[in-house]
């Protein structure tokens, strides 16, 4: 019988388990900690945004942009819901983001952990793996108190972040030992870090608007946009859009580039369109605080007239034409200079990982030795906010665990 060994238990390690055993294999699944799938409990908010129905290579992130496609051409959306369906999951699709019926992760680990045991995959939690040696076409997995002989070896370990979780990195040795190359892992779906915050004083405050990422000093050169709602924090501006742009900011900011963010506040309108809006605005009765909070929150117009040089309460009437065009310019591109992202232990993935130019994109088949495979974030690749990292899991995983019996 074939034996296969799976190091880590989270939402990639687990599917390429089940998968494994379907196709006949004795599989034993190695996690560092004390329980399988602790990360996929906090997906979502404990909901579980397990897949979108919107599936583009624009959603997915990599070195070698070509990679992720493969995978998930083979196991994509509908094949999510198909293979979560015969676990019993029933799903709740809002707008595109699928959850489990019960809006509870707890549901699709348990459905997980259902599986693995009906398949009498061996579990063996605590077991930290140290070195995996190739001798002979076979692998020897030594962990600290057991060894393990295996035909396969699947890397499922996991990127570096929210290390509360386990994730520790420890993966990146493994196979680095096997002659793998990393590109350098970065903190990614986080908040951005800007210093001096000229939001500050409007921390708490959630608004609508666009963030637009720029790298470089002399030629800027736009990184990433996203719409949404942003949350303006005593160290700079998180929310969904700032979680999206920040790979690119985190891996600029590594390299030791500048890093700068514009964020229009009044997205909703066409540029030209929000500058009239605004006009008009300053042209009723009234001074210019009140006049901006019919549009924006107290706080945030309270920034905008301290960051123009103005007055909270001098007349809209009495201001320059100047004055209002400056006004109207930094709300809809209000500059952060980005000077950090936030650490590992508050970013939801890791951008970087495993070179994936050593890896076969249609099996996850290592390059350089034959039976090691790869699953989920320890290959460089990461994904939108929205249920694309568990996808690229669910995807890396069922192929990792196929190896190549499709």
Not at 141 to 159: E, H, P
Request: glycine share 10%.
């Amino acid at each position: 019988m074939r034996q296969t060994v799976v190091i880590g238990g989270g939402a990639s390690g687990m599917t390429a388990a089940v998968f494994a055993a379907r196709e006949g294999d004795q599989v034993a699944l190695l996690e560092h900690t004390d329980v399988l799938g602790k990360k996929l409990l906090s997906t979502g908010n404990g909901r579980c945004n397990l897949t979108n129905r919107i599936q583009e290579p624009s959603c997915y992130h990599s070195e070698n942009e070509s990679f992720p496609f493969p995978a998930l051409k083979r196991f994509g959306y509908g094949k999510t819901l198909q293979f979560f369906r015969g676990l019993g999951l029933f799903f709740k699709d809002r707008d595109g983001y699928l959850y489990p019926r019960s809006f509870q992760a707890s549901a699709v680990r348990e459905a997980l952990l259902s599986e693995l045991s009906r398949l009498e995959v061996d579990i063996r939690t605590n077991c930290v793996v140290e070195e995996i040696k190739a001798e002979n076409g076979r692998f020897l997995v030594k962990a600290r108190d057991n060894s393990f002989a295996a035909d396969a070896v699947v890397l499922a370990c996991g990127g570096k972040a929210a290390p509360a979780t386990g994730s520790d990195g420890s993966g990146y040795g493994l196979a680095c030992s096997l002659g793998h190359r990393m590109i350098l892992p970065v903190p990614a779906l986080t908040g951005l870090l800007a210093s001096p915050n000229p939001l500050k004083k409007a921390a708490g405050v959630r608004a609508d608007g666009t963030i637009t990422l720029y790298i470089g000093e002399k030629e800027k050169k736009m990184a990433g946009e996203d719409t949404g709602e942003l949350q303006i924090t005593d160290y700079g501006i998180s929310g969904i859009p700032a979680f999206q742009v920040s790979r690119y900011a985190s891996r600029a900011l590594a390299e030791g580039k500048m890093v700068q963010a514009q964020v229009n506040f009044f997205s909703e309108y066409e540029k030209r369109e929000a500058k009239e809006i605004l006009a008009q605005a300053l042209d009723r009765e009234g001074d210019c605080f009140q006049n901006l909070c019919g549009l924006f929150p107290e706080k945030l117009s309270a920034v905008f007239l301290k960051k123009t040089g103005l007055p909270v309460h001098i007349p809209s009437k009495r201001l320059e034409k100047r004055k209002k065009q400056q006004l109207s310019e930094l709300i809809c591109s209000f500059p952060l200079n980005i000077t950090a992202v936030n650490d590992f232990s508050r970013a939801q993935v890791t951008a970087g990982g495993i070179n994936t130019d050593d890896v076969w994109p249609e099996t996850m088949e290592s390059r350089l030795f034959p039976g090691l495979y790869f699953a989920g974030e320890i290959l460089d690749v990461d994904g939108n906010c929205g249920g694309y990292n568990l996808q690229w899991a669910w995807a890396s995983g069922f192929l990792a665990g196929k190896q190549g019996r499709l």
